[in-house]
C-alpha cells in the first residue's frame, strides 16, 4: 500500500520535471522560429530586432548581423569592380553624379543578392536546429504520456488499497 503511495509522489514530480522541460524546449522551438522568421523577412536584422530574441539567439544573432553586413558589402564592392574591369558598367564618364549613382545602385543589388544567400543558409541551419529540439520535444511529451498513464495506474492501486484497509465494521 504504502508502495503505491509513493510511486505516486515520485510520479507527479517526474511529470512535474518532464512538463518543465517541455515548457523550455517549446519555448527555445519558439525563439528559433522568431528569428527564421526574421531571415525570411525582406528587413535588415539590426540590433533592436535582436533584442527580442532568447538570450542564448542574441549572440548568433548578432554575429550573423555584422558578419552578413559586411560580407555582403565585400561581395557587393567585389562585383561592381569587375563590371567595371569587364566593361559592363561605363566609368569615368562625363557626369560623375550619374557614374556614382549607377555603381551605387549596381553595389545595393549585388548586396542585397548576397545578402538575401546568406539569410537562406542561415535560416537552413536554424531549421535543423528546429527539427533537433522538436524531436526532443516529441520525446519528452512521449515520456509525460508513459508517466502520466503509469501515475493513473499506480492512482488506482493506492485508491484501491485504501478501500480494502478501511475497517468495515462488520457492516461490509
Do not use: D
Request: glycine letters at 4%.
Amino acid at each position: 500500500m504504502l508502495l503505491a503511495f509513493w510511486m505516486v509522489q515520485r510520479l507527479t514530480r517526474e511529470i512535474n520535471t518532464l512538463e518543465l522541460q517541455a515548457m523550455r524546449k517549446q519555448t527555445e522551438l519558439t525563439q528559433h522560429q522568431k528569428y527564421a522568421g526574421m531571415l525570411g523577412g525582406s528587413s535588415t536584422i539590426t540590433a533592436l530586432n535582436i533584442a527580442g530574441l532568447s538570450s542564448n539567439l542574441i549572440p548568433r544573432a548578432s554575429i550573423f548581423a555584422q558578419f552578413s553586413e559586411q560580407a555582403s558589402s565585400m561581395h557587393a564592392m567585389q562585383q561592381v569592380q569587375m563590371m567595371k574591369m569587364s566593361g559592363m558598367m561605363p566609368y569615368n564618364m562625363q557626369n560623375p553624379m550619374m557614374q556614382m549613382q549607377i555603381e551605387m545602385s549596381a553595389f545595393n543589388q549585388f548586396k542585397q543578392e548576397a545578402m538575401k544567400q546568406m539569410k537562406q543558409q542561415e535560416a537552413a541551419v536554424l531549421n535543423e536546429v528546429e527539427k533537433e529540439i522538436q524531436l526532443e520535444l516529441n520525446h519528452i511529451e512521449m515520456q509525460l504520456k508513459m508517466k502520466r498513464q503509469q501515475l493513473e495506474n499506480y492512482k488506482q492501486l493506492a485508491s484501491n488499497n485504501l478501500k480494502n484497509c478501511l475497517p468495515t465494521f462488520g457492516l461490509g
